[in-house]
Structures are given as structure tokens and as C-alpha cells.
């Protein structure tokens, strides 16, 4: 677990977005005097030139040799340059690999990702890759402006950023890509998105706000006050609902919930009208043969969709490189333009040498499917009794800079105030500094599981399938069964160490008890092997021989959650001994302690 030492004279933090990724720090005598005065780099590289943006695109470009080559538009600069030169196919090239840990709950160790041509490598290595790029890129930048020494780098608290609505396994699997990436487990936070995003804006000057009313209050921040952190990122919806308590800390009242509907589902809607427009054949030919005209026509997308208002006369226009017209004539002996004109996308689309403009219509159609979801899911979520008395909605996250999104959360809910913070997608990355410098800020949080440990009870006739009957010196037990600890949707204290049970062994010869953990998303799960239950570990205590003295051998059990982890503690009654709970989401097998 992370250490609360106050020796930290600096935080870094890394926000590895599925679009996005960037960094930020501050030094504690900074957070001290200006907690705001957070750095970035807002000059990002690519060839010789200088983006000035203070996220890169979160895409790694590794050599045939399965060796880190570059990271964000540099890797999208040489990729685009291998492809051209038709050399690109023993290359790795990987983007969007963060959404492989959403809604994961097979994800292990050994788990692969396949890059933009199906090659597929280690993800943990990927990941340890890209952290250890923007890592590097970080104390490359601090050293050329403050010179830190070799020990002052023992005292960096580094904040990475992950989704609320990640499971634990997800978590975990972060955690060991950065230590992979030479981040030290004990130097390192994990933080949930909507969070560090509410933390940020709960700092940020008034007028840095767009409102959807005109009290241009803020209020939001107020001991008492209920509201939602809709953080629409390029992949993920993520969604928490806080209360700000009376010692100004927040309090999640809800748990983390969510969906894959992020911007790239955008994208993706306008990958498929092409497919559509030029079918299926003439574009595979297109994204083989003229990779790197692929690439532009999706940073073309990328730039041009930004522009996208409410306004119905609106049109968007899009520069297609000419080697797609070009496969269309080929492979079909037709000519594009004509096809549309003759096809029903006639009037919303049009072709006039190598623009491709959009109409509103069609414009609103690629924004459709997440804009539905998305309201959808907050819809849902208002209509629960905890979110009676709940007035604000503050957006977060780059897609929360749409303006067509941003105009249809107004519209679908015009009795709430909708707050977005300038620059919406930089709040969860600025936010994750100042909960590095201050990680007590979120007191509680709402579990997203039913925790529980399998036990063996005593067989209760007409009730316990029989199947799970099994005999023990003369008494009949029930297998499986499961013991729960904590309920979905239980408020939980962090670092709180909650309710105690105890547990013995089943017989007499027995001298270690193995204690395996699972959650489930019911509420009352009556037996591990229920639907839905998954083993998250197993946790061994050993508990001594059986002797006079040491008759009633048993061990209390209590699980704690961390910051963003869990524990669980077993405590041997008879010699006070507390098995060390390494906990590992990843792989079910045995640890002790
Ligand atoms: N003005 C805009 N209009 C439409 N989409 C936008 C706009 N600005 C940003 N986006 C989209 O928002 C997404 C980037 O948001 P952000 O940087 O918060 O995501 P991320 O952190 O990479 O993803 P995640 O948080 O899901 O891992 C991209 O899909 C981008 O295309
Ligand atoms: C950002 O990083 C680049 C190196 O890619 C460096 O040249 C530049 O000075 C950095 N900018 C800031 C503001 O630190
Ligand atoms: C990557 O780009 C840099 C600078 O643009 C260039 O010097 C280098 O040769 C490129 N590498 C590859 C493999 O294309
Ligand atoms: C877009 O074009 C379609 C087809 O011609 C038409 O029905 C629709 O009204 C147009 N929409 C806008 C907003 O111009
Ligand atoms: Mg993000």
C-alpha cells in the first residue's frame, strides 16, 4: 500500500486516457503557497515540430524487435512515415488499448493486445511501455528545470488515473504495469478519475466555469451538496455521484457506474458510414495498401469533428485523400460522386474532389449512439432515491468539451444545473496532483461488489442443495457457502477496518485455514458457486496444531479498503498473529502470509 509519509516533495501524476494520456506535478512547497500552480507539458513533439496540447495521443509505436521505438504523435508521425515508405508490417503499432481492462473480469497476467494489424504483444508489457515513457518524459523535464537529485526521486508520490468503474482486477493490473515501469508500489496512488476531476474543479476560480443557468454560482462545493461527476472520456462514461461533507471532504453516495459510450464511439460511427458509403473490400484495400492516408483521414476526423455545433446548418467538411477514390474506381469501375448522388446518403453527403462534407443530419447521426447512452445512463441514475435532492451535473473529460454533447445533457435535463470546467479534459490529469498532495480528500466510497470469503457451514436440511452436503467426522456441512462481509452498495469508511467474523477450522487435524475471497454483483449471494461469483484469491492462515491449550483455534477476518484496493486481515486468535493480506486480483492462486 502506498505510504502517507511526509516526506513526498513532489507529486507526478500520470493520466493514461484511452485517447489522451499526459502528465502533471507540482512540488509541495508549491501546493503549499498555491495548490493550483500544477505544471504540465503543453508542448508535445512530433518530428520537428511542436503540438502545443498538454495531452499526446495515447499510441506507442514498438520495433520489430518488440522494443520501445516512440509514444503520441511522434509515434503516429513514424508510423505514418513507415507506412508510406511501405515498411511498416513487422512494426507494432498500438492505440485504444487502454478500453481492453474495461468490464474485464477475465483479465490476467499473460493477457494480450493485438495491435491496428491483429500482431498481438504482452498488454502488461505495452502498458509498462507507455508509463514508462510519459515517467521518462516527466523527469526529463523536471531535470532540465529544477535538477532533481538522485534521492529527491525516492520522495516523488506518483498518481496514476484510472476509471472508477474498473473492477479490481483492472486496478491491479495498472499497478504492476507502473511498477514494471520502475514506479515503486509504495510510491504510488492510484486514483479514480471523477474524483481527482471533482477535486480539481472544486479549486477552480468561478469564472473558468461554463453554467447551464445564469446565477453563475457555484455551489457545488457547499457542505451538504449532491452532485454528479459525468467524466466522458474517449473511451469511458464514468460516473460517481458525491456529497461534500461538513469537513469539506468528499463522500461518494453512490457506486461508480458507466459505460464504454466515450468518443471514439464517434469515430467508430464514422469509420462504419464510410465502410458503408465504399464498402467493405475497397476499404480493407484502402487501410492496406495507403496506411498512412488512413492515418491522416483519421486525424483529419479527429480536428474536424471538434468544430461540430448545435447549429442545424452546420456542415462538416473533410479533406479524403485521394487513394480511397481512387480504390472505389479500381475495385468497383465507378465513381464515387456519382454513387452518393444516386445512393439515399444524397443531400447529407456529397463529394467535391477530395472534400467530403457532411450535413447536420448526418453529422448528428455519428453522435447519436453515445449521445443516447449517455443520457440514457444519467436518466437512470437521477431517477434513484439517492439522487432525489441531487440539482448539479458537472461534466468532465474531453468529450465533455462537445458542444453537441454538452447541449443534449442541457436539454435532457433542464431542471439541473450543468457545470463544465474550461478545458474539461484536463480536469481529471490537474485533479490527480492535488489528490496526490492531499489523498485523505475522499473519505468514503460505495462498493460496486458483494464481498465474501467461501466457507463450509453447518447442512441445513431442506434448504442446502444436497449436492453441497458433505460429511465431516459425523456432522453435515454445506459447501461453498457463501460468507459475506460487505454488501454492494454499502458505504464504506477508507482505511476503515470493518465488521470482524470469525472462522475455525473444520476439523481437528486441520491446521491451516484457507480463506478465498469473492465478490459478486448480487446482493445476497447464498453460495459461491452462484452465478455471477468470482474468486478474486485466497488468503491461507495457519492456525497451529490442535492441543489443550489451544482448543478454540480460530481467526477473525476483516476486509479494509484502501484508497482504491482492498485487504483482508486474518487474525489468529489464540497468538494475535495477523497474516499479511497480499491481496492479488490477478491470478487465483495461493498466498500467505
Ligand atoms: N470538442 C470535441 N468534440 C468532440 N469530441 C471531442 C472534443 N474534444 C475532445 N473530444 C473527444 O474526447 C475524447 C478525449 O477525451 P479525454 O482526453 O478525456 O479521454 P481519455 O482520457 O483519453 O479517455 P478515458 O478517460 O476514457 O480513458 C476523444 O475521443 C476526443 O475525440
Ligand atoms: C516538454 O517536453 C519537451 C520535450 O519533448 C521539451 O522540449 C519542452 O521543453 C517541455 N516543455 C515544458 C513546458 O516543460
Ligand atoms: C521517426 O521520426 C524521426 C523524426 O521525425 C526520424 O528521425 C526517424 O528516422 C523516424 N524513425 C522511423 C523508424 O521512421
Ligand atoms: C440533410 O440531408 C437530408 C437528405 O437530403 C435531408 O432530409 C435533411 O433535412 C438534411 N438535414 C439538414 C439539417 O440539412
Ligand atoms: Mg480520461
Avoid at 516 to 542: R, S
Wanted: aromatic share 8%.
Amino acid at each position: 500500500m502506498a505510504s502517507c509519509s511526509d516526506d513526498v516533495i513532489l507529486v507526478a501524476a500520470i493520466d493514461f486516457g484511452t485517447t489522451y494520456s499526459g502528465y502533471a506535478f507540482s512540488f509541495k512547497h508549491e501546493y503549499q503557497i498555491d495548490p493550483m500552480r500544477i505544471q504540465t507539458n503543453n508542448s508535445w513533439t512530433s518530428g520537428n515540430k511542436h503540438l502545443f496540447s498538454h495531452k499526446a495521443p495515447t499510441c506507442i509505436l514498438i520495433a520489430p524487435d518488440k522494443t520501445f521505438h516512440s509514444f503520441g504523435y511522434e509515434a503516429e508521425e513514424n508510423y505514418s512515415n513507415l507506412a508510406f515508405d511501405d515498411n511498416h508490417e513487422d512494426w507494432f503499432f498500438f492505440r485504444t488499448f487502454k478500453m481492453k481492462l474495461h468490464a474485464n473480469m477475465t483479465l490476467n497476467r499473460g493477457m494480450l493486445v493485438t495491435d491496428v494489424y491483429g500482431k498481438s504483444m504482452s498488454a502488461k508489457t505495452v502498458f509498462a511501455m507507455a508509463i514508462n515513457y510519459l515517467k521518462g518524459h516527466m523527469l526529463s523535464t523536471l531535470d532540465r528545470n529544477h535538477t532533481l537529485k538522485d534521492e529527491d526521486k525516492e520522495n516523488i508520490r506518483w498518481v496514476l488515473t484510472v476509471p472508477a468503474i474498473w473492477n479490481d482486477k483492472a486496478k491491479q493490473f495498472m499497478r504492476e504495469a507502473a511498477k514494471e515501469a520502475g514506479i515503486n508500489n509504495n510510491q504510488l496512488l492510484i486514483a479514480l478519475e471523477p474524483e481527482t476531476a471533482s477535486m480539481y474543479c472544486k479549486l477552480l476560480p468561478l469564472q473558468k466555469f461554463t453554467f447551464s443557468d445564469s446565477t453563475r454560482e457555484m455551489k457545488a462545493f457547499e457542505p451538504g451538496t449532491k452532485f454528479m461527476v459525468l467524466d466522458l472520456g474517449g473511451g469511458t462514461v464514468d460516473v460517481t455521484i458525491q456529497q461534500v461533507r461538513s469537513d469539506s471532504t468528499l463522500q461518494e453516495i453512490h457506486k461508480a457506474t458507466g459505460n464504454a459510450a466515450g468518443g471514439t464511439c464517434v469515430d467508430e460511427a464514422f469509420k462504419n458510414l464510410l465502410i458503408k458509403l465504399v464498402g467493405n473490400e475497397v476499404m480493407t484495400e484502402f487501410k492496406t495498401k495507403y496506411a498512412s492516408d488512413d492515418l491522416e483521414l483519421q486525424r483529419e476526423f479527429e480536428i474536424k469533428k471538434r468544430s461540430v455545433t448545435s447549429d442545424s446548418g452546420g456542415k462538416l467538411s473533410l479533406r479524403v485523400p485521394v487513394s480511397l477514390v481512387q480504390c472505389f474506381q479500381d475495385l468497383t469501375k465507378e465513381d464515387l460522386k456519382e454513387v452518393i448522388e444516386q445512393s439515399n446518403y444524397a443531400g447529407k453527403l456529397s463529394l467535391h474532389q477530395d472534400k467530403l462534407q457532411l450535413n447536420h443530419s448526418a453529422i448528428k447521426g455519428l453522435f447519436k449512439h453515445s449521445m443516447m447512452d449517455i443520457v440514457e445512463h444519467v436518466k437512470e441514475l437521477l431517477e434513484l432515491d439517492v439522487c432525489a435532492d441531487l440539482q448539479i451535473i458537472l461534466m468532465v473529460g474531453g468529450f465533455s468539451e462537445c458542444i453537441l454533447i454538452q447541449d443534449a445533457v442541457k436539454k435532457n435535463f433542464p431542471n439541473h444545473r450543468v457545470i463544465i470546467p474550461h478545458q474539461a479534459g484536463l480536469a481529471v490529469l490537474m485533479g490527480a496532483v492535488l489528490f496526490g498532495h492531499n489523498p485523505n480528500t475522499v473519505a468514503s466510497r460505495v462498493t460496486k461488489y458483494t464481498y465474501g470469503i467461501k466457507t463450509f457451514s453447518n447442512f441445513r436440511e431442506g434448504i442446502d442443495p444436497l449436492e453441497k452436503k458433505i460429511c465431516v467426522g459425523d456432522i453435515d456441512k454445506c459447501r461453498d457457502r457463501f460468507s459475506k462481509h460487505v454488501e454492494i452498495g454499502e458505504t464504506v469508511e477508507i482505511d476503515k477496518t470493518l465488521d470482524t467474523l470469525t472462522y475455525k477450522p473444520m476439523s481437528i487435524e486441520q491446521e491451516e485455514i484457507t480463506l478465498a475471497v469473492y465478490v459478486t454483483t448480487q446482493t445476497n449471494p447464498q453460495y459461491t458457486t452462484d452465478q455471477g461469483c468470482i474468486c478474486l484469491g485466497k488468503l491461507v492462515v495457519n492456525v497451529g496444531k490442535s492441543s489443550s491449550d489451544n482448543k478454540d483455534r480460530s481467526v477473525d477476518v476483516s476486509m479494509t479498503f484502501g484508497g482504491t484496493e482492498l485487504s483482508v486481515q486474518a487474525r489468529n486468535k489464540l497468538t494475535g498473529k495477523v497474516t499479511e493480506a497480499f491481496f492479488d486480483f490477478l491470478e487465483q492462486s495461493v498466498i500467505s502470509g
